[in-house]
């Protein structure tokens, strides 16, 4: 488990449940919908990272490398979304999301492990399908460099807000990397309702914001017909609206819509690259 020892006094002081989150992060939401699940009391600190809140000394003294989620309890940091909620469902296990036997553990946690690894994927296509209007001008990302202890990060934004942007055949790439992972649920939730065991388990709330993101910008799910159709299951649970829905903000999702539209209309949207435009 990934616990890390912060600085913050002001942190190791907390008690109960405390969760930096971001409201548009793919990986708050997975956290966000475990804490509706178990119907946990948990006190919000959003970080905005359209402000750069996240480059903060402040909030880097608690997750180092100024990512979110971080999720505090009773004092102690726990990062990385999908450990984060692993942890919440063995600490407060009912309701149980996760199956009882081995075999279908081991496929869970496999899922997950897939999902978590999609998000160099889902950063990218964001930042390109999202995002790109809004690209930082040279002053800002200089402080963004400046601030940010992720050199991950940094070297990222470096690309994206540079006047090339991020190159096409990695947008392809991350995009087949994606289709091929949504043809790949689409295929295990066939004559299913959810991924593991026929069971809501973590495997649906790891993958749920993945494919959020991907609907935002217009991606065309209903080529995948079992996963749309789990999509639309998924949005109509309690747990989906107090940690998704509630939290999107409606003009955001407006502009996302009216950029990605234009993009489509210029032929560069989502649909106009491989394997989709094939």
Same mark, same amino acid.
């Given at each position: 488990m990934p616990f890390i020892d912060t600085s913050n006094k002001d942190v190791k002081s907390f008690k109960g449940l405390h969760l930096y989150?971001?409201?548009?992060?793919?990986?708050?939401?997975?956290?966000? @919908?475990?804490?509706?699940?178990?119907?946990?009391?948990?006190?919000?600190?959003?970080?905005?990272?359209?402000?750069?809140?996240?480059?903060?000394?402040e909030y880097q003294s608690i997750h180092p490398n100024g990512l979110v989620p971080?999720?505090?309890?009773?004092?102690? #940091? @726990?990062?990385?979304?999908i450990d984060i909620i692993d942890y919440l469902d063995t600490t407060y296990p009912e309701p149980p999301l996760r199956p009882s036997s081995a075999a279908n553990l081991g496929e869970?946690?496999?899922?997950?492990k897939l999902a978590d690894g999609a998000q160099h994927s889902i950063k990218t296509l964001t930042h390109e399908f999202l995002f790109k209007q809004n690209a930082m001008?040279?002053?800002?990302?200089? #402080?963004?460099?400046?601030?940010?202890?992720?050199?991950?990060?940094?070297?990222? !934004?470096?690309?994206?807000?540079?006047?090339?942007g991020?190159?096409?055949?990695? @947008?392809?790439?991350?995009?087949?990397?994606?289709?091929?992972h949504f043809v790949r649920l689409n295929e295990a939730l066939d004559g299913k309702d959810?991924? #593991?065991?026929? !069971?809501?388990?973590?495997?649906? @709330?790891?993958?749920?914001?993945?494919?959020?993101r991907l609907d935002l910008l217009h991606y065309p799910l209903d080529i995948h017909p079992n996963l749309n159709a789990w999509y639309k299951r998924f949005q109509a649970k309690p747990s989906y609206i107090k940690g998704i829905s509630e939290f999107e903000i409606p003009p955001a999702l407006a502009d996302f819509n009216a950029y990605s539209l234009e993009r489509a209309e210029e032929g560069t949207g989502v649909r106009s690259f491989k394997p989709l435009a094939a």
């Open positions: 989150h971001f409201w548009l992060s793919s990986c708050s939401q997975r956290v966000r @919908i475990v804490l509706a699940e178990k119907d946990l009391d948990w006190v919000s600190h959003e970080i905005d990272l359209e402000k750069m809140e996240h480059a903060t000394p971080a999720l505090v309890h009773d004092g102690q #940091v @726990i990062i990385e979304s869970m946690h496999n899922w997950m001008p040279p002053e800002v990302f200089d #402080v963004f460099e400046q601030k940010h202890n992720s050199n991950e990060l940094v070297d990222f !934004m470096r690309v994206w807000s540079s006047e090339n991020i190159p096409k055949d990695e @947008i392809e790439a991350e995009l087949i990397l994606q289709h091929d959810w991924l #593991v065991d026929n !069971m809501f388990t973590l495997a649906d @709330i790891a993958w749920i914001p993945n494919v959020r």
